[in-house]
DNA sequence: GACATCTAGTTCCACATTGCACTATATGGT
DNA sequence: ACCATATAGTGCAATGTGGAACTAGATGTC
């Protein structure tokens, strides 16, 4: 298969990537709280599934973001009162972003929010089928990376 | 598998899907023009892919964007001269998007930019996997969509 | 055909993102 | 110990996003 049509085919997965992110991203924050955004939420998720304590620039990385944006989203989040930031004892230069109990509730309860809809989703979109998709996605997200770091450097980095 | 292992599942999946999105995207705007950005180019790529001339709204509908976001995308492009609008004969309030030859070069030049990339790609991420997995991620954006007109109407949708 | 209602697009505003410049602290070389 | 350089985080400004209210034009009802 020549170029000629195979760069339109990954541009067609990355384009319906795209759209699911994009219809994904406005489901969520439809059930999100007034004023709380997908990004936001997708930090609180971070914290729980990786662990809190970490520091912003840490999450900035993880989510390849610049390091700004990282600044903003954790205030929101801490003006909310789902996390707090403490100095980090180890570098007088940086923090750690920690969880509260309303943070923590509140992702939980965001998420189970949705077991009624995925239930119904299993004949469709069977679990297995995305069992089988998430690696595969996980190897062009690597690939990806890979690609990124070979081809520029995100300032701020 | 209960609703406690399988929600966590999609999340997963979706929350691969927004990092690919993001790489792809930074990848993408790395190599645009300056001042040019992801969405504007997708704009343009769309109107090539499926033919201009259409109407601002049928394109907000298109990316499922709200109309005044499609608005000042492509009050962006044309500011640089790669599209124009011209009044819609058939409607008096409406207007009908046309591509110039720049916007036409412009798009072309980005995409095949990448030729060389997805060829090296081919070996990691072979294109008969790509392949297998676009209809599958069809599947999944269609029950989304489905599942977002369900639960909700996007204010001036 | 007049009038209520609907629709396409814009304007305006609040907020998110992010590059640039800056401060404070850490680290490494001498 | 000193100083050059690197790193963590913030403030600001430019731009993007998208909700609310608005204008102009279309459509449907009587």
Redo the contacts between chains.
Sequence with gaps: ?G?DE??????????????????????LE?RLPKGLLAPHF?VL?HLVRVKDGRTPLEMARA???PKTTMTHQIAVLERRGLVVQSPNPEDGRSKRVWLTPDGRHLRERI??G??????N??D??P?E???A??P??????K???A??SA??Q?PDG
């Design positions: 298969m170029a195979q760069t339109p085919l990954y541009f067609r997965l990355f384009g319906e990537i795209g759209i699911i992110n994009q219809l994904a991203t406005t489901l439809s997708t998720n989510f390849q973001v998420v189970h949705f077991d009624d809809m995925f239930q989703w299993s469709v979109v679990v089928d995305v069992a998709l998430v595969r996605l996980e190897r062009i997200r690939h990806l990376d690609a990124r081809d520029f995100k």
